[in-house]
């Protein structure tokens, strides 16, 4: 049995991690003899690189694109062998864009913006003492902060960031507006990892100025759709969700 370990519901999400729903995409697609159940923990300090989600399965794998790897590994190469050296070379560039520049943008829309750190507070925090959720929520902020100048996306304007972020929408949305997945004509796990970016961004309650983007591109919040209703695995809270 393979447990997955990931965060608790927040901001109307049932999954609020697009690397947590990433893996539990995957865990089903595989579909075999892959049973596996899923743990939440609300704090990633206690995940063993300090960041979510991890799978125990007799050993313990942290990071979502190992988890993948030992996966597929698992499964004999049941996520990537049968995927042509082209296929790998989009998802793979897809999947880099998505996770290590569109998912800081959306980090930094939830947590740097002064009104949506509320919810972020609310919802990752409320568990706490009061005295200490505050001190603890503040740090973890300022750790963000850190993290986002590091990056290089926080040393740009607002303007800035919401253009850069722009760019990668609309090349997410015109490469699924021609192409049903990522990769072409097949669903591969390289549209769980765009997906689940995607879903976050758009269905997160309330919506971030970044949401406000995605919109702009109905293309997106379709190609998100598609995926997690193949997949019957899904980013929002469906028990909570409004038709």
């Given at each position: 049995?393979?447990?997955?370990?990931?965060?608790?519901?927040?901001?109307?999400?049932?999954?609020?991690?697009?690397?947590?729903?990433?893996?539990?995409?995957?865990?089903?697609y595989l579909d075999l003899?892959?049973?596996?159940?899923?743990?939440?923990?609300?704090?990633?300090?206690?995940?063993?690189?300090?960041?979510?989600p991890w799978i125990v399965d007799g050993d313990?794998?942290?990071?979502?694109?190992l988890i993948l790897d030992y996966l597929d590994k698992k499964t004999n190469g049941g996520l990537f062998s049968h995927l042509t050296e082209q296929e790998k070379a989009v998802g793979t560039a897809f999947t880099r864009l998505a996770?290590?520049?569109?998912?800081?943008?959306?980090?930094a829309a939830r947590w740097l913006d002064d009104d949506w750190f509320k919810v972020v507070k609310k919802d990752f925090f409320s568990f706490m003492p009061a005295p200490i959720g505050f001190l603890v929520s503040r740090l973890a902020r300022k750790q963000v902060r850190k993290t986002y100048q590091l990056h290089g996306l926080g040393r740009h304007t607002m303007q800035e960031q919401a253009e850069f972020a722009r760019k990668d929408l609309q090349a997410i949305a015109a490469h699924t507006s021609t192409h049903p997945y990522i990769t072409g004509e097949r669903l591969t796990a390289y549209?769980?990892?765009?997906?689940?970016?995607?879903?976050?961004?758009?269905?997160?309650?309330?919506?971030?100025?970044?949401s406000?983007?995605?919109e702009e591109t109905p293309a997106l919040r379709d190609y998100a759709e598609r995926i997690q209703s193949e997949m019957n695995v899904y980013c929002r809270d469906l028990t909570t969700a409004v038709a």
């Open positions: 049995m393979i447990t997955l370990y990931t965060l608790p519901a927040a901001f109307n999400l049932r999954n609020p991690s697009p690397f947590c729903l990433k893996v539990e995409m995957a865990l089903t003899d892959l049973e596996f159940d899923v743990v939440t923990e609300a704090n990633p300090g206690k995940a063993p690189k300090g960041k979510m313990i794998i942290p990071d979502s694109e996770e290590d520049h569109l998912y800081w943008i959306m980090v549209d769980f990892a765009v997906a689940s970016i995607v879903a976050g961004l758009i269905d997160n309650k309330p919506a971030t100025w970044l406000a983007i995605a």
